[in-house]
């Protein structure tokens, strides 16, 4: 089931969201998931665990057909008061997504694996619901940003109390689990301190520290592969019990 976000909770996520890290992560995270997803305006794209919708408000400017998702009645509430009627908000559970299959051409998961407990089933669920790719987005439990945000929860009030954070290769694991040896593109972002925020702006954005895999914030595309199996019935043993031709009795 995972950790379903309270209200004062919810309140913490969205004054983190607002603070100058929290902004900066969304700038930087946002770049980063356009650039692995390259989607096109009018895809449906569907944001599973969108807390209070930051996200589907840059998948809406983009022209895209936005739905979010949340187990929070309370982190809907806000993100319903943030975007009124350009997004389809549902609550649910991203391990049991009340989707049909394919319904999507896109869907993310940002900051969300870090609060379920089978993180396997939800991208199961992601790769049903959609047909092109989906995107995943965690914090990284080998960043200097996240180790010292882990110690902080141990003394306050926070989110990262009840996150479980990743490494890019136990994601990558998850996502083989989940879908196979699928196409995958990942990158990384890097927060630097902001004290050098001057000057570091252009490191930020090089394609080399994006590929470094320490970064704060992972992101992995996967491309959805489907196959057709069937079952192939011998002749022989089909004629031997009488099984009727599927394409006919020959006529002659």
């Not at 950790?3 to 930087?28: C, M, N, T």
């Not at 350009?86 to 969300?112: C, H, V, Y």
């Not at 972002?189 to 930020?204: L, S």
Request: aromatic residues 10%; proline residues 4%; positive net charge.
């Amino acid at each position: 089931m995972g950790h379903v976000f309270d209200l004062k909770l919810a309140r913490l996520y969205e004054a983190w969201q607002k603070s100058p890290e929290g902004i900066l992560l969304d700038r930087l995270s946002s770049e980063l998931i356009v650039r692995l997803l390259r989607p096109q305006k009018g895809e449906r794209i569907l944001d599973i665990g969108c807390g209070t919708g930051n996200h589907l408000l840059l998948f809406y400017r983009l022209g895209f057909d936005v739905t979010g998702l949340d187990a929070s009645p309370y982190m809907l509430d806000i993100a319903r008061s943030r975007l009124g009627n350009k997004a389809s908000l549902k609550i649910g559970r991203a391990e049991n997504l009340p989707f049909e299959d394919n319904e999507f051409d896109l869907a993310t998961l940002i900051i969300t694996l870090e609060f379920l407990d089978d993180p396997v089933a939800a991208l199961r669920e992601a790769g049903r619901v959609t047909r092109n790719k989906v995107f995943v987005g965690v914090l990284n439990s080998l960043s200097f940003e996240c180790m010292c945000k882990k110690f902080h929860a141990l003394f306050h009030d926070s989110i990262f109390r009840e996150a479980h954070l990743f490494t890019l290769w136990r994601l990558k694991g998850h996502v083989i689990n989940a879908y196979g040896n699928v196409p995958m593109e990942c990158g990384s972002i890097q927060m630097m301190p902001f004290f050098f925020r001057n000057y570091t702006k252009r490191i930020e954005m090089s394609s080399s520290v994006q590929s470094y895999p320490f970064g704060t914030f992972l992101g992995l595309a996967s491309k959805m592969i489907y196959t057709l199996r069937t079952e192939n019935i011998k002749i022989a043993e089909g004629l031997k019990k009488g099984v009727e031709s599927p394409i006919g009795s020959p006529g002659f």
